[in-house]
């Protein structure tokens, strides 16, 4: 099954969660964390700088049976 994530607000120093049918008597986990851009955080805050790392990268091998090899690891 898919986790549910779900951003909410919180009133009056509690949460009402409603769980989805078919979870009645299953053993959940229940995590809670702040929402980043309530502290100030956004994506269009965070700019990375890739620029130390492009260039060029040589490979000696074939390509398709290292892609093989690591899809087989699966």
Wanted: a negative charge; zero cysteines.
């Amino acid at each position: 099954m898919n986790p549910i994530r779900k951003i909410l607000n919180v009133e009056d120093d509690a949460i009402l969660i409603k769980m989805p049918k078919g979870m009645n008597g299953m053993k959940v986990e229940v995590s809670i964390t702040p929402v980043e851009d309530e502290l100030g955080v956004t994506e269009e805050t965070i700019k990375y700088d890739f620029s130390d790392l492009a260039g060029k990268l040589t490979w000696k091998g074939d390509a398709v049976k290292e892609q093989r090899r690591l899809r087989d690891e699966w």
